[in-house]
């Protein structure tokens, strides 16, 4: 009886057991609907987002590669313009043929009063040289494409060196940072003069050939420190000058006081009068701290700012357009129009290969043209909602006028994602009355002043920098008291957040700013 009863057992957990992987399977296979929300990016709306944070040098970079990877894409032709030129060109060739044969009668006559009064040889000459003048008279512009660092391995050529220092020399020369400095240790050049020229010198060597460079121009030139580089260039000055004698006293002795501006130390430790000191320090303030500035070639890396935007101010009404950067105007090629229609109508498999190919590049010339006129449609949309909120700074230009503007704010007021308005301001700028200014620019926080009013941070940097150019530098004013003079406009601000501030202007602490 037991034994049947544990095999009935058995059986029956067998069962469950079966049963249980039988659901198990048809869960695992049983198909599940469920809704699902995802977002995915369309190819149009990639190259929107592309276009949106070009600003107008890169947008016209951007179209003519794509000018040149899309031939379905072509430049519209103004053919008014074609058969204007054309009537301009041969009127001016007509105009050209009396000219040459007027001034040919000139010359003609010119040459045979001549005859009269010059030898054959001296109206030889005469001739050669005046038919090789310009017509009109051209201004020739030399253009000097000697880089900074040439001109210094020119100044090492004319120092009477040998192999071994000039080599010493170019590689000193080479590690001049663009401020005119040698920062690199000596020993660090000599174990580098070892390893890539198996050149085995001493650090003595080596500043030697460093001396000789500190006598080329610009005065201080590959100088090790800030005192060095003050130090070369007062000895060359008159050393015999009483200012010019008392600034090498204080760079010499006394640099670090000097940099902190402690002139009262300075005075009792050199004996110094007020008028010295006052002489001595204007003597030091004369000498170039970054002689590297004086490199032509970094002018050449400015780079040019082409406005995005024009803004104009006529009877109190702001006008705002968007500048193009460039005369392209963009057209789908009527050639691939036709070629399309003609292979679509073909039986060809090859054609009808190359009518998809066709098709493919008309959509991306369409899409592109698209982009193109919604980026305008968008950038204007956004720059109305910036003047609308900063009108007062336009029309005035006063920085204390800003108020305060987030990016949520263009949001909430022109239904745009923050994203799309990120890329809009992005490197874009505006011409104004008032100069040209990054978007940026017109966007901060806000604090709350004591009468609960929102106050822009640019408008409270603008006091502290306002503060800071009109009070006296003999007894410039501290955080503590920038603090307390701005409470009385009704601005209560703290005495760190006021440093902070004051760092972002790049303005020292009071003490430094101090002068006598």
């Not at 040289?129 to 030399?142: A, C, G, S, V």
């Not at 080596?206 to 590959?222: D, M, N, R, S």
């Not at 809009?424 to 978007?439: A, R």
Request: proline share 3%; glycine share 2%.
């Amino acid at each position: 009886m037991l034994d049947s009863k544990k095999c009935k057992n058995n059986r029956k957990i067998n069962f469950i057991i079966y049963l249980t992987i039988i659901f198990v399977f048809t869960m695992a296979i049983k198909q599940i609907q469920q809704l699902k929300l995802s977002q995915r990016i369309t190819p149009q709306q990639l190259l929107l987002m592309q276009l949106l944070k070009l600003p107008n040098l890169l947008l016209e970079q951007r179209i003519k590669e794509e000018l040149e990877t899309n031939p379905a894409l072509e430049e519209a032709l103004d053919f008014s313009e074609d058969i204007e030129d054309s009537n301009n060109e041969a009127n001016d060739n007509e105009l050209q043929d009396e000219n040459d044969q007027i001034e040919a009668e000139i010359v003609d006559e010119k040459d045979t009063i001549l005859e009269d009064f010059m030898d054959q040889e001296s109206l030889d000459d005469y001739k050669t040289e005046t038919h090789n003048q310009p017509e009109e008279p051209t201004q020739k512009i030399i253009s000097d494409q000697t880089n900074f660092y040439h001109q210094l391995e020119e100044q090492l050529l004319m120092s009477n060196l040998n192999e071994q220092e000039l080599l010493i020399g170019q590689y000193l020369i080479g590690c001049i940072d663009d401020d005119g400095y040698i920062r690199r240790e000596l020993d660090l050049i000599q174990n580098d003069l070892l390893l890539t020229y198996a050149l085995k010198v001493s650090t003595n060597d080596i500043e030697a050939i460093l001396k000789v460079i500190q006598t080329f121009e610009p005065a201080g030139i590959a100088s090790r420190t800030l005192q060095e580089c003050l130090l070369i260039q007062l000895e060359r000055k008159q050393p015999k000058l009483k200012e010019t004698y008392h600034a090498v006293n204080i760079i010499k002795k006394m640099m670090s006081e000097f940099s902190k501006k402690h002139y009262e130390k300075i005075q009792l430790k050199l004996n110094l009068t007020n008028e010295d000191l006052k002489d001595a320090l204007l003597e030091i303030t004369h000498l170039n701290p970054k002689p590297g500035s004086a490199n032509d070639s970094n002018l050449n890396q400015a780079i040019d700012i082409v406005p995005d935007f024009n803004l104009n101010i006529k009877n109190e009404e702001i006008e705002l357009s968007l500048i193009q950067g460039f005369d392209i105007d963009l057209v789908i090629s009527k050639d691939y129009i036709a070629m399309l229609k003609q292979y679509e109508t073909s039986k060809s498999k090859l054609e009808k290969e190359a009518s998809g190919f066709i098709k493919n590049k008309i959509e991306s010339a369409k899409w592109f043209i698209e982009a193109l006129q919604l980026r305008n449609q968008t950038m204007i949309l956004v720059m109305n909602a910036i003047v609308e909120i900063q009108t007062d700074f336009f029309l005035t230009g006063d920085e204390t006028t800003l108020k305060p503007m987030t990016l949520k704010l263009i949001e909430e007021k022109i239904n745009l994602s923050i994203s799309t308005i990120s890329r809009v301001i992005n490197s874009k700028y505006i011409l104004t009355p008032c100069g040209t200014f990054l978007l940026k620019f017109f966007f901060s926080d806000a604090m709350t002043d004591d009468k609960g009013d929102h106050v822009s941070t640019k408008k409270i940097k603008k006091l502290i920098q306002n503060q800071i150019q009109t009070t006296d530098n003999i007894k410039p004013l501290t955080d503590e008291e920038m603090k307390e003079a701005i409470h009385k406009q009704g601005i209560t601000i703290a005495r760190r957040t006021i440093a902070k501030y004051r760092k972002q202007l790049n303005a020292p602490v009071a003490r430094l700013r101090k002068s006598i």
